[in-house]
């Protein structure tokens, strides 16, 4: 028994403001940081900066003042995650190029405390190229009206989402929310450890101005 995905739905899952995380098979934790920090809007080239063990608290605390953004690191099964804090909402670029050479790679992100609102996003990448992609409340809004990307993969996706009674008319966005995570983490075998990621200490690391 995994912890799945699906408790990303809840109120402040991860920290005030939402959620950002990315999943990577074929890549190192380090490696898929160096990717990540590479797709920053900023002109500056950003470094990754190693700052030890942290909770998600502690490294918040690291990064609140200066506008930094910080990962923390971790692993399950064969994939690795990186969970971000701080000042994440619309500063990473297209992830497209994080998944080069071979690499799988998946963004679960929500922007719970932006008021326009903005849905939550998934995206699925490999090897330079978009595999699906879609908006997780399911209805319409700011694109993804059903799933995008390859043409096989985004049917099949689609087709688990219908059978799946999605979306719910009766149900409100957070309660689509969920179910549409519980059908991804199972389609594609995602787990994210929910005490690990809540209360637990990883390694951290920040994402600095060389």
Partial sequence: MTDGIAWLADRQSIAFGGYHV???????????????????????????????????DSLLE??????????????????????????WPAEFGPLTPVSRDGAHVFLLEYEEENGKPVPPQFVYVHDDRLVAAFNMHLDGSWGYKKVDGDTATAARLQERLTSAGLPH???????????????????????LPREEVRSGTLPAVLLEPA
């Fill in 169 to 191: 008319s009766e149900a409100n966005h957070r309660g689509i929310h969920r179910a549409v995570l519980e059908v991804v983490g199972e389609f594609f075998g995602l787990s």
């Fill in 22 to 56: 990315v999943f990577a098979r074929g890549l190192s934790p380090q490696e898929l940081a160096e990717r990540l920090a590479a797709t920053l809007r900023y002109e500056a080239e950003h470094v990754v900066v190693p700052v030890g063990e942290h909770t998600g």
């Fill in 62 to 87: 690291l990064v609140e003042d200066a506008y930094d953004i910080g990962l923390r690191l971790g692993t399950v099964n064969d994939w690795v995650y990186a969970v971000a804090y701080g000042g």
